[in-house]
Nanobody, 122 residues
Framework: QVPLVESGGGLVQAGGSLRLSCAAS????????MGWFHQVSGKGREFVAA???????SYADSVKGRFTISRDNAKNTVYLQMNSLKPEDTGVYHC????????????????WGQGTQVTVSS
């Protein structure tokens, strides 16, 4: 598979916003659901949000009401709009693909991108 490419990370103050992007090949984008995971150094990847074809989405409880995942089919890109950011949102954000329905488990995902760093200062 063509690797996923994340972008959009950066340094932001608490309460601020960022929009992450994950670009995929057309083949990948049309065949798979797309998810975002958060990883802090030395720890495992934690589910953040995912989007399945047909408009179904899923969010971790910690980000509900603050983050929004969306897909742009014309650009083969999935976005993660992150609002009201908190210092605990700091970490590397990875996107990945899955065939699994409604899964929030990282082992059901593959084709991991290298990630984009998000740092939220207090």
């Amino acid at each position: 598979q063509v690797p996923l490419v994340e972008s959009g990370g950066g340094l932001v103050q608490a309460g601020g916003s960022l929009r992450l992007s994950c670009a995929a090949s057309e083949r990948t984008f049309s065949r798979y659901a797309m998810g975002w995971f958060h990883q802090v150094s030395g720890k495992g990847r934690e589910f953040v949000a995912a989007s399945w074809n047909g408009g179904v989405t899923s969010y971790a409880d910690s980000v509900k009401g603050r983050f929004t995942i969306s897909r742009d089919n014309a650009k083969n890109t999935v976005y993660l709009q992150m609002n009201s950011l908190k210092p605990e949102d700091t970490g590397v954000y990875h996107c990945a693909t899955t065939h699994s329905s409604w899964s929030q488990r990282d082992y059901d995902y593959g084709n991991w991108g290298q990630g984009t760093q998000v740092t939220v200062s207090s």
